[in-house]
């Protein structure tokens, strides 16, 4: 058996769907004997983890499953292996620094 990271990408529509587009991007681990057998794998738990449900306004909410869009194996699980990588323009470096920054000091457990 292989490990694979995959990307699930879901659809939220609340109400009457009059927002702003939104989605939920979920990398999945996924224990398959081929790529292909992750692919089908992570479809099927996908589609398994589509929802409706009422929010706290009284609207529908829906998550629909959209598609599977990366499977990338995993050599070894060993400490430190990489998982997933993006690559990501900004338009103004300092501003995403800073952002990366508080991102971080939001994560830091105090004593």
């Given amino acids: ?3 694979y990271v995959t990307k699930l990408i879901f659809r939220i529509i609340s109400g ?3 927002h702003p587009a939104q989605f939920d991007e979920q990398l999945r681990l996924i224990n398959a004997d081929t790529e292909q057998t992750a692919f089908e ?4 738990i996908g589609a398994e983890l589509q929802d409706s449900f009422s ?3 009284k609207q529908m909410v829906k998550w629909q499953f959209v598609d599977v869009t990366e499977i990338n194996p995993i050599n ?4 430190g292996t990489e998982l997933h990588y ?5 338009p103004d470096a ?3 620094i ?8 939001l994560l830091t457990i105090k004593n």
């Fill in 98 to 105: 800073a952002w990366a920054h508080h991102r971080s000091a």
């Fill in 94 to 96: 300092d501003l995403y």
């Fill in 55 to 57: 929010n706290a306004q």
């Fill in 41 to 44: 794998k992570a479809n099927r």
């Fill in 16 to 18: 009457d769907g009059n």
């Fill in 76 to 79: 070894s699980l060993t400490d």
């Fill in 1 to 3: 058996m292989n490990w």
């Fill in 86 to 90: 993006q690559i990501h323009e900004a």
